[in-house]
């Protein structure tokens, strides 16, 4: 009799026990494993891959998207969406990426401003740092300052 072999991801090698319409089962070294047909696919080469997209996947989709329509901004919008991503930050989480990447464009506006002698756009800069939040109205100033000075990031 032809014994027929299945390689799993997790479970290594095993010999096929049975098959029905819905299920197959495996014979592995950890035990006996049942998988549902509709959920593992066994390749030719005896693998076994799930039939369904990675979340992984998925995110790298939506992400996708999500940059596709932050380009298609104007640069004015899209500088403001940037300063915006402060309120991703939790209040007091200073270290957290969402508020570092603020703190970048907080550096090069107050120092430009400073210069400038600018102290509205140094007060909202300011205000924003302090709290870790930006309204609309705020991020706006912020980025209508740094297009106008062709400050880059």
Do not use: C
Not at 8 to 21: C, D, K, P, R, Y
Not at 128 to 152: G, H, P
Request: glycine share 6%; net charge positive; hydrophobic share 40%.
């Amino acid at each position: 009799m032809n014994t027929i072999t299945k390689t799993h991801s997790i479970f290594g090698t095993g010999t096929l026990v049975s098959e029905n319409a819905t299920t197959i089962t495996v014979l592995f070294s950890v035990g006996e494993k049942t998988f549902l047909k509709a959920k593992v696919k066994f390749l030719e080469d005896g693998f076994a891959k799930k039939n369904k997209v990675s979340n992984g996947s998925k995110n790298r989709a939506k992400d996708a998207i999500e940059l596709a329509a932050f380009n298609s901004l104007s640069p004015l919008e899209q500088m403001k969406q940037s300063i915006l991503w402060v309120n991703g930050a939790r209040f007091g989480e200073r270290h957290s990426a969402s508020f570092q990447l603020f703190v970048d464009k907080y550096n090069v506006i107050t120092r430009k401003a400073e210069e400038m002698g600018n102290t509205f756009v140094l007060e909202v800069a300011n205000t924003i740092y302090k709290t870790m939040r930006a309204s609309d109205k705020q991020a706006f100033v912020l980025a209508q300052f740094a297009i106008e000075n062709n400050l880059s990031f």
